[in-house]
């Protein structure tokens, strides 16, 4: 059973810094690509920063220059660095990362339960 666990969220002011986490855990050979999105009350979910296995990184344009991604692999988990926010970043922030649990085997997206993130005075 693979479990992705995130933290960090919370509320905070305009102009205010966050750091997400994101651990995976269970049976897991490999990690390939992981990336965190948000999905805000009415809209869809949205890619908003994404690392591969190598630490190239894409960021949305709504975050460039504020957000910054980076990576574990010694312990399966991603960060999200969250800088100069604004209230249009307030959304739940989702993990996502693509597994496998064996060698030779096609990785699977998996998704951690969301921590929410209130910007807000």
């Known amino acids: 059973q693979v479990q992705l666990v995130e933290s960090g969220g919370g509320l905070v002011q305009p102009g205010g810094s966050l750091r997400l986490s994101c651990a995976a855990s269970?049976?897991?050979?490999?990690?390939?690509?992981m990336g965190w999105y948000r999905q805000a009350p009415g809209k869809q979910r949205e890619l908003v920063a994404a690392?591969?296995?190598?630490?190239?990184?894409n960021y949305a344009d709504a975050v460039k220059g504020r957000f910054t991604i980076s990576r574990d692999n010694a312990k399966n988990t991603v960060y999200l660095q969250m800088n100069s926010l604004k209230p249009e970043d307030t959304a739940v922030y989702y993990c996502?990362?693509?597994?496998?649990?064996?060698?030779?085997?096609?990785?699977?997206?998996?998704w951690g339960q969301g921590t929410q993130v209130t910007v807000s005075s």
């Open positions: 996502n990362a693509g597994l496998s649990a064996a060698a030779m085997t096609s990785p699977i997206g998996y």
């Open positions: 269970g049976r897991i050979f490999s990690i390939h690509a």
């Open positions: 690392i591969t296995s190598g630490g190239s990184t």
